[in-house]
């Protein structure tokens, strides 16, 4: 078994070899920290938490390296609104991102570089440019890469350059050689932070900013490198000719870029005026529900936002979650009984066999360009299977119990739900705490108290069920329809 992906730069499907083995190189480009990040946003950083779970799933040592831009034409518009200083701003933005990329379930990097932190490592890339001759400096204390120099300018986003060259999305500067030039060092400007270079005190344009810091973490050549679909031009292709014309080596073997997040015809983005914010629907939804929404379907496929897809998304991961907690309760149910783990049951081995054929399924999926729709399909297969034969056989053998629950986990951890982290440990705390409180009063008979408790838990959409071992809880389900 392979796995195979996608790759930007050919158009095609590819066994997945990385440079070095079983050891992975993976760059991802994270948020310039101005604002709070989107849901648009999310889509690539919860698309590629997931295939780094899956290749250290699959047993390979993924370096794993996501930058923050923290000085842009964003960010210095930005605090000057706010009336505070760049690094201020990029200190407030940056706690707020982790904020909600934790309530994502998007695990830290390895690295998180900073560009600030960075500038003798662009320096001394651009430098190297000038010397190959790829790049020039211009009257004023600019820097910009010759795009006629390097052969393979265009090969990643496959853009037709005349169009490009006739101005489509190009700055216009005269001081420019060739209209598709770019720049890698900008003069200071008055109010701007700045810093010392050989042309005078500037900032690292933005695209030179990634090539110096993936370089600097994973080498010359990138197993992969992801983004969103934005992405592809020219921030990609200009990272791509810059670091080759400066190494003379591929820089990346696997480009990967997520589809577009739609709400109804049109992409979402700021500049439409039409995202929301990870902080807002969080709140509403629960950050776990957003991430199973952005796993619904292949990550290549444009994605349809709406509040109605949203709520579906939170019904369908409450199926898989309270198939996965009766498990859970079964398994601490039986293990406190102390039950004879040599004990049989009927159909124990027809769902095992079930359960492995799901599971199997689920990495085939996985396997075809971490395809999540499919696997989470081959997901509920399993708990279909697992719902059934539990609601015909009240004791399946405990071993049989654990396996289960061990494969509940497995994949849950591939996508990064169902997981301990994606648990509400403090609503947690509290139900058992009322289940408890609850449980002593049917003890003392004192029945209106138990059913008071019930009530009460019902009413914030908790359903009690009081089973022959034990009680356990689960939320409910939304009608049909319901927003």
């Not at 948020?31 to 047993?59: K, Q, W």
């Not at 934790?102 to 000038?130: N, S, Y």
């Not at 629907?281 to 952005?294: D, I, N, P, Q, V």
């Amino acid at each position: 078994m392979t796995i195979r992906i996608y790759n930007t730069l050919t158009r095609e499907k590819e066994e997945f070899v990385p440079l070095r083995d079983k050891k992975v190189g993976m760059y991802v480009c994270g948020p310039t920290v101005y604002d709070f990040f989107h849901i648009g946003n999310a889509y690539p950083f919860v698309v590629m938490d997931s295939v780094r779970r899956y290749l250290e799933y699959r047993g390979y040592d993924v370096t794993y390296v996501k930058n923050l831009t923290d000085i842009d034409d964003k960010m210095i518009k930005r605090a000057r609104e706010l009336n505070i200083s760049v690094g201020e701003l990029a200190e407030r933005f940056i706690r707020e991102y982790f904020v909600d990329a934790d309530a994502l379930g998007i695990r830290r990097a390895e690295f998180h570089p900073r560009a600030t932190d960075h500038v003798p490592e662009i320096i001394a890339l651009i430098q190297k440019l000038i010397q190959k001759e790829h790049a020039y400096p211009v009257g004023g204390g600019d820097v910009f890469f010759d795009t006629r120099s390097f052969k393979g300018y265009g090969k990643v986003s496959r853009q037709n350059l005349e169009e490009l060259e006739a101005g489509a999305r190009v700055e216009v500067d005269e001081r420019k050689r060739y209209p598709l030039d770019f720049v890698l060092w900008k003069a200071e400007k008055p109010g701007e932070p700045s810093w010392d270079s050989p042309w005078g005190k500037g900032r690292p344009g933005w695209h030179i900013e990634c090539s110096a810091m993936a370089m600097k973490y994973l080498g010359e050549t990138l197993d992969i490198h992801a983004g969103g679909p934005d992405l592809v031009f020219p921030h990609h292709e200009n990272e791509s000719a810059q670091s080759e014309a400066a190494t003379g080596k591929l820089f990346v073997r696997y480009w990967m870029h997520t589809g577009f997040l739609k709400m109804g015809q049109e992409k979402m983005s700021k500049s439409l005026g039409n995202v929301l914010n990870i902080r807002e629907l969080s709140k509403r939804f629960g950050g776990e529900t957003l991430r199973f929404f952005l796993l619904s379907a292949h990550y290549r496929t444009p994605l349809e936002f709406s509040e109605e897809n949203l709520t579906s998304a939170g019904t369908a991961l409450q199926r898989l979650r309270n198939s996965y907690e009766n498990i859970r309760h079964r398994v601490q149910a039986r293990e406190a009984l102390g039950e004879n783990p040599n004990e049989s049951g009927a159909g124990a081995e027809r769902l095992l066999a079930e359960v492995r054929a799901g599971k199997t399924k689920f990495i085939t999926s996985m396997d075809d360009d971490f395809n999540t729709g499919e696997a989470l399909g081959a997901f509920f297969e399993i708990a279909r299977s697992v719902n059934t034969l539990l609601g015909q056989e009240s004791s399946p053998p405990l071993p049989v119990l654990r396996q289960i629950r061990e494969v509940y986990r497995e994949l849950g951890g591939v996508l990064g739900i169902l997981t301990p982290e994606a648990r509400d440990a403090g609503l947690e705390a509290d139900l058992e705490d009322l289940i408890r409180k609850r449980e002593e009063a049917r003890r003392q008979k004192d029945w209106a108290q138990a059913d008071q408790i019930r009530a009460d838990l019902l009413d914030r959409g908790i359903v009690l069920e009081d089973t022959s071992e034990g009680v356990r809880w689960k939320k409910a389900l939304p009608p049909v329809g319901a927003r």
